[in-house]
Protein backbone atom coordinates (compact mmCIF):
# COMPACT_ATOMS: atom_id res chain seq x y z
CA UNK A 1 0.00 0.00 0.00
CA UNK A 2 1.40 3.42 -0.96
CA UNK A 3 2.20 5.42 1.99
CA UNK A 4 -0.62 8.39 1.87
CA UNK A 5 0.10 12.43 1.31
CA UNK A 6 -0.46 15.21 3.05
CA UNK A 7 -2.71 16.47 -0.21
CA UNK A 8 -4.99 13.15 0.66
CA UNK A 9 -5.08 13.65 4.18
CA UNK A 10 -6.13 17.65 3.40
CA UNK A 11 -8.74 16.08 0.84
CA UNK A 12 -10.25 13.95 3.61
CA UNK A 13 -10.27 16.96 6.36
CA UNK A 14 -12.10 19.14 3.11
CA UNK A 15 -14.39 16.19 2.97
CA UNK A 16 -15.12 16.40 6.49
CA UNK A 17 -15.84 20.32 6.59
CA UNK A 18 -18.32 19.78 3.28
CA UNK A 19 -20.01 16.66 5.79
CA UNK A 20 -20.11 19.91 8.43
CA UNK A 21 -21.61 22.27 6.33
CA UNK A 22 -24.29 19.79 5.23
CA UNK A 23 -25.32 19.11 8.49
CA UNK A 24 -25.79 22.99 9.15
CA UNK A 25 -28.06 22.49 6.30
CA UNK A 26 -30.26 20.48 8.17
CA UNK A 27 -31.10 17.49 5.75
CA UNK A 28 -32.97 14.77 6.63
CA UNK A 29 -32.22 12.66 9.51
CA UNK A 30 -31.88 9.20 7.22
CA UNK A 31 -29.58 11.15 5.11
CA UNK A 32 -27.78 12.62 7.99
CA UNK A 33 -27.62 9.65 9.94
CA UNK A 34 -26.48 7.95 6.92
CA UNK A 35 -23.62 10.17 6.11
CA UNK A 36 -22.15 9.79 9.97
CA UNK A 37 -22.09 6.05 9.88
CA UNK A 38 -18.93 5.33 8.62
CA UNK A 39 -17.79 8.16 10.71
CA UNK A 40 -18.60 6.42 13.62
CA UNK A 41 -18.00 2.98 13.13
CA UNK A 42 -17.17 0.90 15.85
CA UNK A 43 -14.09 -0.60 14.20
CA UNK A 44 -13.38 1.61 11.61
CA UNK A 45 -14.90 4.77 12.27
CA UNK A 46 -12.89 8.44 12.61
CA UNK A 47 -12.17 7.63 16.71
CA UNK A 48 -10.38 4.43 16.42
CA UNK A 49 -8.57 5.35 12.98
CA UNK A 50 -7.61 8.51 14.70
CA UNK A 51 -6.48 7.02 17.81
CA UNK A 52 -4.67 4.49 15.49
CA UNK A 53 -2.85 7.24 13.41
CA UNK A 54 -1.95 8.93 17.24
CA UNK A 55 -0.45 5.70 18.49
CA UNK A 56 1.41 5.18 15.39
CA UNK A 57 3.15 8.47 15.54
CA UNK A 58 4.18 7.99 19.12
CA UNK A 59 5.62 4.61 18.27
CA UNK A 60 7.81 6.74 14.82
CA UNK A 61 8.61 9.52 17.53
CA UNK A 62 10.33 6.73 19.97
CA UNK A 63 11.57 5.07 17.38
CA UNK A 64 13.68 7.95 15.82
CA UNK A 65 17.05 7.63 16.36
CA UNK A 66 18.17 11.16 15.59
CA UNK A 67 15.23 13.11 17.84
CA UNK A 68 17.33 15.22 21.29
CA UNK A 69 15.91 15.92 24.24
CA UNK A 70 14.97 12.30 24.93
CA UNK A 71 13.14 13.78 27.95
CA UNK A 72 11.16 16.11 25.82
CA UNK A 73 10.16 13.27 23.73
CA UNK A 74 8.99 11.23 25.82
CA UNK A 75 6.63 14.08 27.33
CA UNK A 76 5.42 14.71 24.48
CA UNK A 77 4.28 10.74 23.26
CA UNK A 78 2.61 10.65 26.32
CA UNK A 79 0.42 13.53 25.60
CA UNK A 80 -0.12 12.07 21.76
CA UNK A 81 -0.79 8.97 23.73
CA UNK A 82 -3.14 10.20 26.02
CA UNK A 83 -5.05 12.06 23.18
CA UNK A 84 -4.91 8.41 21.32
CA UNK A 85 -6.95 7.05 24.11
CA UNK A 86 -9.25 9.95 24.83
CA UNK A 87 -10.05 9.36 20.67
CA UNK A 88 -10.43 5.62 20.71
CA UNK A 89 -13.17 5.98 23.69
CA UNK A 90 -15.24 8.07 21.32
CA UNK A 91 -15.82 4.35 19.51
CA UNK A 92 -19.58 4.16 21.86
CA UNK A 93 -20.42 7.06 19.57
CA UNK A 94 -21.74 3.89 17.22
CA UNK A 95 -24.20 3.48 19.95
CA UNK A 96 -25.81 6.98 20.44
CA UNK A 97 -26.17 6.80 16.21
CA UNK A 98 -27.94 3.75 16.93
CA UNK A 99 -30.16 4.99 19.17
CA UNK A 100 -30.66 8.22 17.42
CA UNK A 101 -32.10 6.13 14.24
CA UNK A 102 -34.24 4.04 16.38
CA UNK A 103 -36.14 6.86 17.63
CA UNK A 104 -36.18 8.28 14.30
CA UNK A 105 -38.11 5.48 13.37
CA UNK A 106 -40.20 5.42 16.56
CA UNK A 107 -41.17 8.83 15.67
CA UNK A 108 -41.99 8.01 12.09
CA UNK A 109 -43.88 5.05 12.95
CA UNK A 110 -45.83 6.32 15.77
CA UNK A 111 -46.66 9.34 12.97
CA UNK A 112 -47.60 7.06 10.40
CA UNK A 113 -49.73 5.25 12.46
CA UNK A 114 -51.62 8.54 14.00
Do not use: C, F, K
Request: no cysteine; aromatic share 2%.
Amino acid sequence: MPAPTADAIRTATETLSQLTEHLRENPGLDEALALMEPLLDEYTGLPMQLGDSLRALARAVLAHPDIPNRTAVHTLVEDLRTAAWEQTDQHTLHYTLDNLRTLVRSVTSTEAGA
